[in-house]
């Protein structure tokens, strides 16, 4: 079974500064999904950042970018320019093309973002 | 376009009493999630239905627990009799054709 490991339980960034949450996981399929929600006090999960595992190209969105490693099994988040809103839990997610909808969820990271 | 709707944003409820937590998924999204939520936890996918027809309740953690999915509009998980270890948020979720999920708000269930 595939699983997703966040190291970091918490980060705390400087406002306008860059903050890197790490994710790896484990999977034995060589073609997946790895998505990147964000959970602000609010509760509700948002999509940040997707990421297909046949692109070698890194996704990016705005100020937010992953840093994709396929045969280390990384899949880290880059924050440039935090902000205010930033502040939140962020959850690595793996999502297997084989069972659609085997989406697995990583402990997450709580993030702060100091003004 | 509404995104995906849950109600109760909130329940309290006293140990033994039935819980229905109900959902509308995204015009269109023709697959429905349950999780759950807790710290010791984390997201605990519960069960999913794909046009309607529950295909993995694998999660569901007890008989106490049910989901239905009566039409493409609407869902709900009932957990009968309830009990404190239940207390959790519980997030209803939709996709199209299993991409990329959309969340609801959850719904904070506290059982006393």
């Known amino acids: 079974a595939q699983t997703v490991t966040q190291s970091q339980p918490e980060m705390s960034v400087q406002e306008a500064e860059t903050v890197t949450l790490s994710c790896t996981y484990d999977t034995s399929e060589s073609d997946y999904y790895l998505f990147w929600y964000k959970q602000p006090p609010s509760r509700q999960m948002i999509l940040v950042i997707r990421q297909e595992a046949y692109k070698q190209q890194n996704a990016t969105e705005n100020r937010f970018s992953v840093n994709f490693q396929k045969a280390a099994k990384s899949f880290s988040l880059k924050i440039s320019d935090s902000q205010l809103g930033d502040a939140a839990m962020y959850f690595c997610a793996y999502r297997s093309t084989y069972n659609n909808n085997d989406m697995r969820f990583g402990a997450g990271t709580r993030l702060t973002v100091k003004p | 376009d509404a995104g995906v709707i849950q109600s109760p944003r909130h329940e309290v409820t006293e140990m033994g009493q039935e819980v229905t937590l109900r959902c509308k998924p995204i015009?269109?999204?023709?697959?429905l999630f349950w999780y759950r939520q807790t710290m010791m936890r984390g997201l605990e996918l519960l069960i999913y239905?794909?046009?309607?027809?529950?295909?993995?309740d694998s999660g569901m953690p007890e008989d106490r627990f049910s989901a239905k999915m009566p039409n493409a509009s609407f869902s709900t998980l009932k957990i009968q009799p309830s009990e404190p270890r239940d207390s959790a948020v519980y997030f209803c979720?939709?996709?199209?054709?299993?991409?990329?999920?959309?969340f609801g708000e959850g719904s904070r269930l506290t059982v006393l």
């Open positions: 015009s269109g999204h023709d697959y």
């Open positions: 239905f794909n046009n309607n027809v529950p295909i993995d």
């Open positions: 979720a939709s996709s199209y054709r299993g991409w990329e999920l959309f």
